[in-house]
């Protein structure tokens, strides 16, 4: 019997059938025999696979501006003054529940706070509380607790901490572009203090500097800022939540120490400035806490001696 090799015939005709036509027929492929591919070395595979499309870069990260930082620290002195009515206050009454006097020393709340806001200037402020009170059934205020509520008052909103992002120009102050950044320190390089003291040792240590503050009154003088304990559990006419109130005091007092005199009411049903005297009469004005509008417009009023 005479043998075929077909597979020999198959690829002699396929190869004729490729040299004769530009393309094959779907027909032609169905009718070929199947065998394996041959197996290509790695460079061949390399030379015949495309190259991969280089993935897309990732975008650089926007830059991050840095948070400017104050480029000087306040050293000022403020001149004495304080709140005080040309008449003289009503002496108050024996059974309001206020320590009136303590041991005159002041105990300093420990720690410190970052930098907060981005004013220019920085104003360091350490936080001290009279020691030797007898607090009797009122919650004591420790150096802990007074540190606290001042430092939140300072770095809230509308605070002075917006003169950052809203610097400020009086020129009845001579100021421009003002602003200011804070951070609370106790070890003794402060700018200022913030201290919490009974009436006797404000009105001592006020009266030492020429401020009479009748048992009522807060003050400030040098590097120093007296908040009257009185006032400070009780509060004042205009002012019948007491924590507005501490807001109001501590903006109007530091506001003294950045080198603000006292404003008046600009106009009756207008809010107040919060260097105006409001713990003394509000004129007209409505109660304001802040030195700021939430819109960053400092609140001004005609000026008037501190």
């Not at 280089?54 to 830059?63: E, G, H, M, Q």
């Not at 936080?127 to 420790?142: A, D, F, L």
């Not at 992002?165 to 102050?173: G, L, R």
């Not at 006032?231 to 109007?252: E, Q, S």
Request: hydrophobic content about 35%.
């Amino acid at each position: 019997m005479r043998r075929v090799w077909l597979p020999v015939v198959t690829v002699t005709l396929l190869s004729a059938l490729v040299a004769g036509c530009g393309k094959s027929h779907p027909a032609e492929v169905a009718a070929q025999p199947t065998w394996a591919e041959p197996t290509l070395s790695a460079s061949a595979t390399e030379a015949a696979s495309p190259s991969p499309s280089p993935s897309p870069s990732a975008k650089p990260s926007a830059t991050r501006k840095p948070t400017p930082k104050p480029t000087k620290t306040s050293t000022k002195i403020v001149t004495p003054g304080g709140d005080i009515p040309t008449t003289k206050a009503s002496p108050s009454p024996v059974s309001d529940g206020v320590p009136t006097r303590g041991a005159g020393t002041f105990a300093i709340a420990g720690g410190s706070t970052d930098v907060v806001g981005t004013g220019t200037t920085l104003v360091k402020y350490q936080v001290e509380v009279e020691q030797g009170i007898n607090w009797g059934t009122i919650t004591p205020w420790t150096p802990s607790s007074f540190a606290s509520t001042v430092d939140a008052i300072i770095a809230a909103e509308r605070g002075w901490t917006d003169s950052g992002a809203h610097p400020v120009t009086d020129a009845d102050e001579q100021m421009t572009d003002a602003s200011w950044a804070f951070r609370r320190v106790s070890d003794g390089t402060y700018s200022v203090r913030v201290r919490l003291a009974t009436p006797d040792t404000v009105d001592k240590l006020c009266g030492s500097a020429g401020v009479q503050t009748q048992g009522v009154y807060s003050c400030r003088y040098g590097k120093n800022i007296l908040i009257n304990l009185r006032r400070w559990l009780k509060g004042t006419t205009g002012f019948t939540n007491l924590p507005v109130y501490r807001t109001m005091v501590i903006n109007h007092e530091m506001g003294h120490y950045l080198g603000f005199n006292h404003m008046l009411c600009p106009g009756a049903g207008q809010v107040a400035p919060v260097m105006q005297t409001q713990t003394i009469a509000l004129n007209g004005c409505l109660p304001n806490s802040h030195p700021f509008t939430a819109e960053g417009q400092f609140v001004i009023g005609p000026w008037a001696p501190s």
